[in-house]
């Protein structure tokens, strides 16, 4: 028996925690100390937070990953969630280990705006997409990030000539395509954008660059 309990604590899963952007959700753990690490299974619960009774992820039954997706599960974005996860090794079960409780509107990460560039002689053009959620509306197609937030649009340039780390914010505000005039012939400009969440006071990552010489 007390072998048994040295396993149970030692396969144990540790740091259970939702990971999510533009509301693409998945549980993560990492393994308990076991050396035959690879060899445990896992097993996933979830459930909102108030409720009483666990459900299981059948997905997420029995498997060896360390990572679950609960995207379709937590599509309640106002409600407060909890996972947890349980290890196998040679037919002893660990103790359930549990995440911190979760909100996904309150904690996905927002993805940067697809950003489009297009250049003249003395101006670019750049137009902006915000990020998708993986929910679909009724004709199939994803529902934009913009239905659940107040998105601003955070656009910033970057004169190659100067330094990688000045980037100069040229604009702030909801349009989807800002014009930029006034620029040097002959010179290579590079743009990104975040997008911001204001009642979060929240900013995405960088979108990639996009350059253009005029």
């Not at 999510?20 to 690879?38: C, D, K, M, V, Y």
């Not at 199939?140 to 990030?145: D, E, K, T």
């Not at 649009?153 to 100069?168: G, T």
Request: contains cysteine.
């Amino acid at each position: 028996i007390l072998e048994n309990q040295v396993l149970q604590d030692s396969i144990k899963p540790q740091k259970v925690e939702f990971h999510s952007i533009n509301f693409n959700t998945t549980l993560h753990w990492q393994p308990g100390r076991a050396r035959e690490a690879r060899d445990v299974l896992y097993f996933v619960q979830h459930k909102v937070y108030g409720q009483s009774t666990w459900q299981n992820k059948d997905e997420c039954w029995g498997i060896s990953s360390n990572v679950c997706d609960l995207t379709q599960e937590t599509s309640d974005i106002q409600e407060p969630y909890y996972g947890r996860v349980r290890a196998l090794l040679a037919g002893v079960y660990s103790n359930w280990s549990l995440s911190s409780r979760f909100t996904p509107w309150r904690e996905t990460m927002i993805g940067p705006p697809m950003v489009t560039v297009v250049h003249s002689n003395k101006s670019i053009t750049v137009k902006l997409q915000a990020p998708h959620s993986p929910y679909k509306r009724k004709r199939g197609s994803n529902i934009p990030m913009t239905n659940y937030y107040d998105l601003l649009y955070q656009v910033f340039i970057i004169n190659n000539l100067l330094d990688e780390q000045h980037r100069a914010l040229v604009y702030e505000g909801k349009d989807k395509v800002i014009k930029i005039q006034d620029l040097r012939p002959g010179v290579s400009y590079c743009i990104m954008a975040k997008t911001y969440v204001p009642m979060l006071d929240r900013s995405s990552a960088y979108s990639s660059r996009q350059c253009a010489v005029l």
